[in-house]
């Protein structure tokens, strides 16, 4: 069965970094697209990044310049690298997989990851 196992959250003081790690097992990496998506308390889930084989990685604009998104093909593992770090990056981030397909909307997407919490202050 399909595993996404989420490590790399943790508190940080603003202005820091962080590296997500997610790590895929159970599917055809090559053929999903691998995204990471937050939600805080009472919001609604957010979209991050993501990136598929062959394709062109996305962030969110408002994120764009501090967080990237990479892959391990050979390690079927996506990281989300997080600097300059702000009070609202506080959030529960998500690891999710599409079949083929790349999507900013959290309900296109198959499979989910148990989350990793992240704390800015």
């Known amino acids: 069965h399909v595993q996404l196992v989420e490590s790399g959250g943790g508190s940080v003081q603003a202005g820091g970094s962080l590296r997500l790690s997610c790590a895929a097992s159970g599917l055809t990496y090559s053929r999903y697209c691998m995204g990471w998506f937050r939600q805080a308390p009472g919001k609604e889930r957010e979209w991050v990044a993501h990136?598929?084989?062959?394709?062109?990685?996305a962030v969110a604009d408002s994120l764009k310049g501090r967080f990237t998104i990479s892959s391990d093909d050979a390690k079927n593992t996506v990281h989300l690298q997080m600097s300059s770090l702000k009070p609202e990056d506080t959030s529960m981030y998500y690891c999710?997989?599409?079949?083929?397909?790349?999507?900013?909307?959290?309900?296109?997407?198959?499979?989910w990851g148990q989350g990793t919490q992240v704390t800015v202050s």
């Open positions: 990136i598929i084989s062959d394709g062109r990685p």
């Open positions: 999710a997989a599409r079949w083929s397909r790349c999507s900013s909307d959290w309900r296109d997407w198959d499979y």
